[in-house]
């Protein structure tokens, strides 16, 4: 139970730096997205992306445009703005950092 | 069969069971509320909704057209529980709000009875009973069985139709009286997850351990067989014997089955409808124990079931049953007022048949009146106002009227009337006069040639018969008076046990005509 819990907490953690990874590479859509995310079991259920998507675009590093979908009604495709691309870089440098610090620490 | 409803999710539109309708739409709400502090709330939930949408378009084929709760249970699996959605800033007040709603002793939510399938070993109707009124269900199966032979079985079965199944998650919380909120229902949805989980683990172990879990779980299953087809067959025992007492009855009733056969062979429902035969004809009679039985009827069982409608607080699922209620009492009130008017009618005229006969006696001699004391007559004064002996006779009175049963046939007995009058002329007489009713002047005449009376001159001596007698005819108000004509001079002396015949007169004692009066 506490390491589920610790591990859940870890990738809530890096979740976000995904999610923008994940767009750097191209626009998606939120099911592209989770598909990804599932298949790297980042994610366990789906609900926890859409917030995280919410919150990213109201806070200025995302955005999105309506694209008509050939099966059902038109999909919102999530892409980095600007800031979002600024952001994932201080993310990345970040990220190396940590995984550094933490190798150092763990292999000692 | 199920009914559905039709939703719009995302712009697209899905028809969708009941039981999956409510399931989602307590889920959407419990998403709402955890994230009705937040501005990004309509969105958050729009987006959901879309891949809620999108997934169910995935479920639904040209074979399977609309979302059933299993396919709404799958997409809480893939979208995952409310608590799944809310981010970390939140979690600490979520926590607190969670401990609060999982406190099991607030009870200020309405309890409904449901049937419980969790806890079920026939019905669920016990179980679900014992989450009602809070008790062990062991002790309301407890109490079924004991009730076996009074009315057990028949409860059961009754309570097993009337009483809705507990199906969806939210009528769980109902049926145990906790408040239908979102953790309530994710708890429910998990431990049925748990539950599902359980089995399956079990399954495989049982693979795993064929030998050890194979015979153990075998034979639990045998015995909820055995349960099961046990009371299966109570419950057709009893119906078959209900169907079969109420066709003896309305043999007897229509005399299809001849009397001798149900006196005989189940003596205590002969009396009914002998009794009935006494006042109404056959055809009326017929009809009105179908109207009675319908009135009657669907009065009682209208309670019953509005009772338990009550109980259960369930008002939708036997809307029809109420018009189908007022139906059949207004058709049974139909058929009672129908067969009363038609049996009312043969009272409607009334008529009267007399016959006259002469007394020789001289004008000073005095007649002695007797009453005639044959062995029915006896019999008939032994009895009470209600007997009944083995061989299938009885007999009841109302006031001095008697019904006397046997074999199938009646017979009325009833006191006549003595009356003693001065004579017009020097010679004395008898006039006894018949009464009867009957639905015309010709009926009435024939119900009165249905009276007996014997009586008998001897000289000085009348004998009278205590009772005329009424054989196979209805009661339709038959009197007989016997009217003495005596001159004046002449005495009469009333012998042994006549004095209930007229209220005048005393036994023993004589009296003679004095112009106009006795004295």
Same mark, same amino acid.
């Given at each position: ?40 079991? !980042? ?54 950092? !940590? ?10 | #069969? ?19 309708? /409510? ?12 994230? =009705?502090?937040?501005?990004?709330? /309509? ?13 169910? &378009?995935? $479920?639904?084929? =040209? ?7 299993? /396919?709404?249970?799958? +997409?809480?699996?893939? #979208? ?31 309890? @409904?009875?449901? @049937? ?51 199906? &969806?998650?939210?009528? @769980?919380?109902? #049926?145990?009286?906790?408040?239908? %909120? ?89 009396? +009914? ?59 049974? *009130? ?7 008017? @038609? ?21 000073? /001699? ?21 007997? $009944? ?23 009325? $007995? ?43 001159? %001897? %000289?000085?001596?009348?004998? *009278? ?11 339709? *108000? ?22 209930? *015949? &007229? ?9 003679? #005509? ?6």
């Amino acid at each position: 139970m506490i390491t589920e819990n610790a591990q859940s907490q870890m990738r809530k953690g890096v979740l976000e730096f995904c999610i923008l990874s994940l767009l750097s590479s191209g626009d998606m859509y939120a099911s592209d997205i989770i598909q990804e995310m599932k298949k790297a079991q !980042l994610i366990v259920v789906e609900g926890t992306l859409y917030p995280l998507l919410t919150r990213q675009k109201n806070a200025g590093l995302l955005c999105y445009r309506w694209e008509e979908s050939t099966q059902g009604p038109p999909r919102k495709y999530y892409s980095l703005t600007n800031e979002g691309r600024q952001y994932l870089e201080t993310l990345k440098s970040a990220w190396q950092e !940590l995984v550094i610090t933490v190798d150092q620490i763990t292999k000692k | #069969m199920k009914k559905t409803v039709s939703i719009n999710l995302n712009g697209q539109v899905f028809v969708i069971d009941e039981d999956a309708f /409510d399931e989602l739409h307590s889920y959407l709400n419990a998403i709402a509320s955890q994230f =009705a502090n937040s501005e990004e709330s /309509d969105e958050i939930i729009s987006d959901i909704e879309a891949r809620i949408a999108e997934l169910f &378009t995935e $479920y639904i084929s =040209a074979s399977k057209q609309s979302i059933t709760l299993s /396919d709404v249970i799958k +997409v809480v699996e893939i #979208m995952g529980k409310p608590n799944d959605f809310s981010d970390e800033t939140q979690e600490p007040k979520n926590q607190s709000y969670n401990n609060q709603s999982y406190n099991r002793t607030d009870s200020r939510f309405r309890k @409904r009875l449901f @049937r419980d399938p969790d806890n079920r070993v026939i019905g669920g109707v016990a179980a679900g009973i014992a989450a009602w009124a809070d008790l062990d269900p062991v002790i309301v199966r407890a109490l079924f069985v004991v009730s076996f032979f009074i009315f057990g079985p028949l409860l059961y079965f009754i309570l097993w139709i009337i009483i809705p199944l507990a199906k &969806t998650p939210s009528q @769980r919380l109902e #049926m145990r009286g906790e408040e239908v %909120n979102l953790q309530n229902i994710e708890r429910i949805i998990k431990e049925e997850f748990q539950q599902v989980k359980d089995s399956l683990n079990n399954l495989k172990k049982k693979g795993n351990r064929r030998h050890l879990k194979h015979e153990f779980s075998e034979s639990i299953t045998g015995i909820g067989h055995i349960f099961i087809a046990f009371g299966k067959i109570i419950i057709g025992f009893i119906i078959a014997a209900f169907i079969i007492v109420l066709m003896l009855f309305l043999g007897v009733m229509t005399h299809i089955i001849p009397f001798d056969f149900v006196a005989t062979h189940c003596n205590s429902t002969a009396p +009914v409808s002998s009794f009935l035969h006494v006042f109404i004809s056959q055809s009326s009679s017929v009809m009105l124990f179908w109207g009675i039985l319908l009135f009657v009827g669907t009065i009682i069982l209208s309670i019953i079931v509005n009772l338990i409608k009550v109980i259960t607080g369930n008002y939708r699922r036997w809307w029809f049953l109420n018009s189908i209620f007022t139906f059949f009492t207004l058709l049974g *009130l139909a058929l009672i007022i129908i067969s009363t008017v @038609r049996e009312a009618k043969h009272f409607n005229v009334s008529t009267q048949i007399e016959s006259r006969n002469d007394i020789n006696i001289q004008r000073n /001699d005095t007649l002695q009146i007797e009453i005639s004391d044959s062995n029915i007559n006896n019999k008939i004064n032994e009895e009470s106002n209600w007997s $009944y002996k083995d061989n299938g006779d009885f007999s009841f009175s109302i006031s001095s009227t008697k019904c006397h049963f046997t074999k199938g046939d009646f017979t009325i $007995y009833s006191n006549p009337e003595l009356l003693i009058k001065q004579s017009k002329s020097d010679s004395s007489y008898m006039i006894i006069t018949k009464h009867a009713n009957g639905d015309s002047h010709n009926e009435a005449i024939s119900n009165c040639n249905s009276i007996n009376y014997s009586w008998e001159i %001897n %000289n000085s001596n009348l004998i *009278l018969a205590p009772f005329f007698t009424i054989v196979k005819s209805n009661w339709r *108000l038959q009197k007989l008076q016997v009217t003495i004509f005596i001159p004046i001079g002449t005495s009469i002396k009333l012998g042994k046990d006549l004095s209930k *015949l &007229t209220k005048e007169l005393k036994e023993d004692q004589v009296y003679t #005509m004095k112009n106009g009066k006795l004295d």
